[in-house]
């Protein structure tokens, strides 16, 4: 079983939106499709406190994967390793605010039980994915994400580029890659397009295997497929 994390300190970059979608698409491959009431071997998993409310979590009974809510069960958490008939995790994380960020003594993922939320999924996970958008602002948190948080732990991970909006040009999309590139993190091919209906969907509830079958729609969830694709067969490493 893998335990995927999203992970970036960074707010409304898309981390709930990847992690729910990527479970929707891999139990759309993977789900039993001759019995409707087997198990799904897909979880999404949320530590955002503050997720619980918006989350997809009015959808626990009718979503095709498990959706759970687990920021105040560390010991859980802990375990999730030991989930049997879970073949893939994906887990949901908030953003957080480095106060700390000139100390290096301090714990970069900062106090309280949502940071122990945080350390105790980051200890079981085995590859973490961070999202980033094409604009500036989100550079230094996620630099911050890696440097502080990803690279003192040895764990893998690939950055992604989200929320791109092909309507805007290539430069900001061009500067965002060099960033990456410069730094010598590894980035996902895939970039993930900014569609209204990611947006839509999110307020809704719903997940992109759910989307009408028009083109438009189509080719939003095809960033997903893709990304999905290429997280497993090591795509950009
Ligand atoms: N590729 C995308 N296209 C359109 N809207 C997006 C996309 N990714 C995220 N969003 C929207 O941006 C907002 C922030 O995304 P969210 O997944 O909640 O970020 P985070 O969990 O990192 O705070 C949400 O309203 C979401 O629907
Ligand atoms: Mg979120």
Same mark, same amino acid.
């Given at each position: 079983m893998a335990v995927h994390v999203v992970l970036n300190q960074k @707010? @409304? =970059? @898309?981390?709930?939106? $990847?992690?729910?979608? +990527? #479970? #929707?698409v891999t139990a759309d491959v993977l789900n039993h499709t001759d019995d409707p009431d087997a198990n799904s071997p897909v979880a999404a998993v949320s530590v955002d406190p503050q997720g619980s409310a918006v989350w997809w979590a009015s959808r626990i009974d009718d979503l095709p994967f498990h959706i759970v809510q687990a920021h105040d069960d560390i010991a859980g958490l802990r375990r999730l390793k030991d989930l049997s008939d879970i073949k893939h995790v994906y887990v949901d994380t908030p953003g957080w605010i480095d106060l700390n960020s000139e100390d290096e003594t301090s714990d970069p993922l900062g106090r309280g039980p949502a940071a122990d939320a945080l350390r105790a999924v980051l200890d079981v996970a085995d590859f973490v994915i961070v999202p980033m958008e094409t604009e500036p602002l989100c550079f230094q948190p996620t630099a911050r994400t890696i440097r502080k948080v990803l690279e003192p732990r040895g764990i893998p991970y690939l950055v992604v580029i989200n929320n791109w909006d092909p309507r805007d040009g290539r430069t900001d999309l061009d500067e965002?890659? #060099?960033? =990456? /590139? #410069? !730094? /010598?993190?590894? +980035?996902a091919h895939t970039v993930i397009r900014h569609y209204k209906v990611h947006t839509r969907a999110s307020a809704e509830g719903t997940v992109v295997t759910e989307y009408a079958a028009n083109r438009v729609s189509l080719q939003a969830r095809q960033d997903f497929d893709k990304f999905a694709l290429e997280? !497993? $067969?090591g795509g950009g490493r």
């Open positions: @707010g @409304g =970059v @898309g981390k709930s939106t $990847i992690a729910v979608n +990527l #479970a #929707a965002t890659k #060099a960033f =990456v /590139r #410069a !730094n /010598r993190w590894p +980035l997280l !497993n $067969i």
